[in-house]
């Protein structure tokens, strides 16, 4: 309890002072470096990143809310424009966004850790072929745990969700380079290769199936 306490006490220093924020990811990213930041750990990351993600929850549903509100109210006054879609057509996607933000919420400490291990795969890979000194399990945690630092933009409406997907690479690459000495090269095509998987994996799936048709 009192370390998930000074990682939310770090958090808020973060989100307050930018500068903490990047001496607590450059440390994470170095750990021979002293500081007196707590360590970035896995379960207080993906608990507070939790926290985060409610919040980005919340502030969507009352954007959305507001939205369908407006609706209303211009439908109600007989606006020829919104007079033209039934309440209830109009009113679907409010409760599509509903129901998958619900879900977004549920699942998403398990999204997190699915991806946080799949990411610790690739980089495991890439750290036992560069002949990395550390042991290679333990590099390629300690650079998914930081990256998930990149959650902390979670707390802007809407646009969090890009500037984390940003941060999140920057700070892959940036692991990369200083924890396993990957060329600039190299650290790029470690970030493409989960895309490079997954569009082999669906051509692979796509032949498989016109075969399957064709055959």
Same mark, same amino acid.
């Given at each position: ?51 985060? *993600? *409610?919040?980005? *929850? ?18 109600? !006054? ?41 990411? !610790? ?18 590099? *390629? ?9 990149? !959650? ?64």
């Amino acid at each position: 309890m009192q370390e998930l306490y000074s990682h939310f006490h770090t958090f808020i220093l973060c989100l307050l002072r930018p500068r903490v924020m990047l001496d607590w990811m450059r440390y994470g990213i170095s750990p021979e470096q002293n500081s007196d930041l707590p360590r970035p750990e896995l379960t207080s990351q993906i608990a507070l990143s939790w926290s985060l *993600a *409610a919040v980005q *929850a919340i502030a969507r549903l009352m954007i959305a809310n507001l939205i369908v509100q407006l609706f209303i109210h211009f439908q109600n !006054n007989n606006d020829y424009f919104f007079g033209l879609i039934e309440t209830e057509d109009g009113l679907l996607p409010y409760y599509i966004m509903l129901f998958s933000t619900t879900l977004d919420l549920i699942f998403f400490p398990i999204l997190t850790l699915v991806a946080t291990e799949f990411w !610790n795969l690739v980089l495991r890979l890439y750290a036992s072929l560069l002949d990395v000194e550390e042991d290679t399990d333990d590099v *390629a945690r300690d650079i998914t745990t930081v990256a998930l630092s990149s !959650n902390f933009f979670l707390v802007l409406p809407v646009i969090g969700v890009v500037f984390r997907q940003i941060s999140w690479l920057y700070l892959l690459y940036v692991g990369c380079r200083h924890r396993m000495g990957a060329s600039r090269a190299l650290s790029v095509v470690i970030l493409v290769t989960p895309t490079v998987v997954m569009l082999m994996g669906i051509s692979l799936i796509s032949l498989v199936v016109f075969y399957l048709f064709m055959s």
